[in-house]
């Protein structure tokens, strides 16, 4: 990618766009969509400014992108929101096609567009949440048993040589429950691209960047997994407002499915090292006892943070359970549901709780369906992370 002058960019040729089709590109190394409606071609923030969809995976109507987590959508022309639970209007691009080429640059903001600095987050106002990008190191990986899991884990120092102190941090600053873009490199013929983003499962105290997640027969899954020795991994970000709310006087009831507990294990770190006043009851569901990941970790967290309780659930059949090896599974069995949920929390936890939900699209709809329907839970205490399981 060059710079030309005028401040435009080449990010693509338009022979590799198609018309109604969605690209992404990543001028500077932030990520843009490039879209092409009736041969002209458009360019948004490729980040939902809901959640932090991937809005190149999303679909394209006319001249409206739809985010493929939470169903945001953004003309493409503008930025403008034309579908919640999205606020905030993605930021847009001006381009320009010479001989083929795509160029863009940055509608600037006096132009009446919003300059997009990262999601807007509780964790924003605490100074954190700016994106930006780093070059970590690979310390370690971990395969769980029985499972398709692996954990990895990155150092926090960036080694990422040049730029200005302000785009070049040496430490990467971030809340607990926010993610980040992980490009590793070597991933090539992926239908998804060469980047994924990942939750961070470790917490802002900890010294270390941790991720974990399915192993799946994909290239990038592929390429991951076989990352070795000191790897160096391009990480952007932190980016996302699934965070624990700053009014410690209301619960949080976290409600995980899966993978899901990979932010929750970064809250339930936190709130336990820093001593948060929060009340934390976290409902933890998974297939058998060997995918319930992090039992070691959340047990120590339980023997100092009086305000923890967490209940595990598992959803085999009996004969099927992979049980702990001191004996049958004395844990809860079956999905999350009402009875489950009334029969550990009070009914001032229920009255006043924010309910966090993360887990696969299926579990997260189910959830949803229960805390309305069944608890009369308003929407604006619920908080929403979708894992795709990409």
Not at 124 to 132: E, F, I, Y
Not at 217 to 245: C, I, M, N, Q, W
């Amino acid at each position: 990618m060059t710079k030309e002058e005028g401040g435009y960019e080449k990010v693509a040729n338009k022979q590799d766009l198609q018309e109604g089709g969605l690209m992404k590109v990543e001028p500077g190394g932030k990520p843009v969509v490039l879209s092409m409606v009736n041969g002209k071609v458009y360019a948004i923030d490729a980040v939902c400014s809901h959640e932090g969809g991937p809005l190149e995976e999303g679909t394209l109507e006319g001249y409206e992108v739809e985010c493929p987590w939470h169903g945001s959508k953004f003309d493409v022309r503008t930025g403008e929101v034309k579908n919640p639970p999205a606020e905030t209007p993605q930021s847009v691009y001006e381009v320009k096609v010479e001989n083929n080429d795509i160029l863009i640059r940055k509608k600037p903001e006096a132009q009446g567009q919003p300059m997009q600095h990262g999601i807007t987050t509780e964790a924003t106002a605490r100074g954190k949440g700016a994106s930006t990008g780093y070059e970590l190191t690979l310390l370690e990986k971990q395969k769980f048993e029985g499972t398709d899991i692996m954990s990895f884990k990155f150092s926090r120092q960036n080694e990422q040589q040049g730029g200005s102190n302000s785009d070049n941090r040496t430490y990467l600053d971030y809340t607990a429950g926010q993610f980040t873009f992980f490009d590793i490199g070597g991933v090539n013929n992926d239908p998804k691209g060469p980047i994924r983003h990942f939750t961070i499962a470790s917490s802002p105290t900890e010294d270390f960047i941790m991720i974990s997640t399915r192993i799946r027969d994909t290239p990038y899954k592929k390429r991951l997994s076989s990352l070795e020795g000191r790897a160096k991994v391009k990480v952007r970000g932190p980016e996302g407002k699934f965070v624990l709310h700053d009014d410690h006087s209301k619960p949080a009831v976290f409600l995980s499915g899966g993978i899901g507990v990979t932010p929750f294990r970064s809250m339930i770190k936190y709130a336990t090292d820093e001593q948060l006043p929060v009340k934390i009851n976290m409902f933890d569901s998974n297939r058998d006892h060997a995918n319930i990941l992090f039992k070691n970790e959340f047990d120590e967290c339980l023997k100092t943070n009086k305000n923890l309780k967490i209940i595990y659930t598992i959803t085999a059949t009996e004969e099927n359970v992979q049980a702990p090896s001191s004996g049958s599974w004395k844990g809860e069995r079956g999905i999350i549901n009402k009875t489950m949920l009334t029969k550990y929390l009070t009914t001032s936890e229920l009255d006043n709780s924010v309910f966090y939900i993360c887990g696969p699209p299926g579990m997260l709809k189910a959830m949803q369906k229960l805390l309305e329907d069944d608890l009369y839970i308003p929407k604006e205490r619920m908080r929403i992370e979708e894992f795709t399981g990409y």
